[in-house]
């Protein structure tokens, strides 16, 4: 596919953060570019007339016949691809690729493609911190902090991107080096038409890969023609033969590879099964780089993770409080019930549910959660959920505030609240982290 040709009648639509590095990729290599996003003051307009003054800019509706006259369309991730104006000038012949594509034909380093339902950013940037510790030179990026088309230079080694749903349903060929898709659970159902659309979605970061990595406790992670890649899986649970799981040596548990324990899970910072179960994909990807587990072990255990990412706050009166607010679906909630199996959960759910289907919560918080706050939008779906239920404790709440003080008042020593909503934020929050930073305050204010 032959992506850059300065003749065509190229458009990016929308600007943010994706569409901005897209304009400043093509422009510095002097191929010509206009922009055109539906807000009327969306981000980097300013920057984008300041430092590319040539660049025409459209601020407005799409216009389907306005649209299909240009040969490639640039589209950035949360523009849904059903938009009718999109799906018209597609069948007009206009080309319709996003950024990823265009950072595969610039792209000299071996890539590394990571995508799923939860857990992407932890892994993505995980392996980052293993490689650079035995001196790789890589870039981190994509969907998880910098912008693809920024991270490109002629000295890095490997590339490893996180890669959303949005993303991938533009891209064509994208050849990564390692594939994996971690897991899929129900999310972004508020964007496709079905829970299949979703997950081809994801699958498409298979499309020419070298090798791939599959979560052996997920069916769903694993592509439909497999057998035509080399594979390396891994699992939550005893490893396969020379496959990556968790064994238990003299009443401790070890990541291995196989038989072979590589590092007692005492020694890493993450807690819980569902963390383990990331050590142990990180390190499937480095081997289908052709780097041994013996070579990471440093690395692994001085690891501490991402910010709103099961990430352990503090303790008071000896209740342990964390933050999981970058849980925005009912897969990471349920992900991080089961690694907390061992403590008494009390749970802080709610906010915008993204047309998901919650009734996979009930059973687990059943088994596993002694009470639960619930605030914002989906409160009252959330609520009519769980309220039958005598053994669990579940109470409806203004805010997260109020959530917290609920709960706090509930939790004897050595439980666990968790923040882990099940839920997008921007009901009351700006994003995940803002959620996240309010829920650190609050918990600082107890004290």
Known sequence: MNLIVSDKQRIILGLGKTGYSCVKFL???????????????????????????????????????????????????????????????????????????????????KIVA????????????????????????????????????????????????????????????????VATVLNVSEDHMDRYDSFSQYYMAKHRVFNGCKSIVVNRDDALSQPLVSDKYPKITFSKNSPDINQYGLIELDSAMYLAKGFNPIIAVSELNLMG??????????????????????????????????????????????????????????????????GLSDKNIHLILGGVGKGADFSALKPAIEKQVKSVAIFGESKNELFELLKQNVNVN??????????????????????????????????????????????VELVGQLQ
């Open 114 to 177: 990571i995508t799923g339902s939860n857990a992407k950013s932890t892994v993505t940037s995980m392996v980052g911190h293993l490689l650079e510790s035995i001196g790789q030179k890589v870039k981190v990026g994509g969907n998880l902090g910098v912008p693809m088309l920024e991270l490109l230079d002629i000295d890095t080694q490997v590339y490893i991107l996180e890669l959303s749903s949005f993303q991938l349903e533009t891209t064509h060929e994208l050849n990564a080096d």
């Open 273 to 338: 099964r569902h963390n383990y179960c990331n050590y142990l994909a990180a390190l499937a990807i480095c081997d289908c780089l052709k780097f041994e587990p013996k070579q990471f072990v440093s690395a692994l255990s001085n690891f501490k993770g991402l910010a709103h990412r099961c990430e352990k706050i503090q303790t008071i009166d000896d209740v342990i409080f964390i933050n999981d607010s970058k849980a925005t679906n009912v897969g990471a909630t349920l992900a991080a019930i089961d």
């Open 394 to 439: 579940v109470t409806l709440q203004n805010d997260l505030k109020s959530a917290l003080n609920f709960l706090f008042n509930t939790a004897k020593p050595n439980d666990v609240i968790l923040l882990s909503p099940a839920c997008a934020s921007f009901d009351m929050f700006e994003n995940f982290e803002d959620r996240g930073s309010k829920f």
């Open 27 to 109: 422009s510095e290599k002097n191929i010509p570019v206009q922009v055109w996003d539906t807000r009327k003051n969306p981000p980097f307009l300013d920057e984008c007339r300041k430092n590319f003054p040539n660049v025409n800019i459209i601020l407005g509706p799409l216009n389907a016949e306005q649209l299909s006259r240009f040969d490639q369309i640039v589209i950035s991730p949360g523009l849904p691809m059903n938009d009718p104006a999109i799906v018209y000038a597609k069948q007009q012949g206009s080309e319709v690729i996003g950024d990823v594509d265009l950072f595969v034909q610039y792209c000299n380093g």
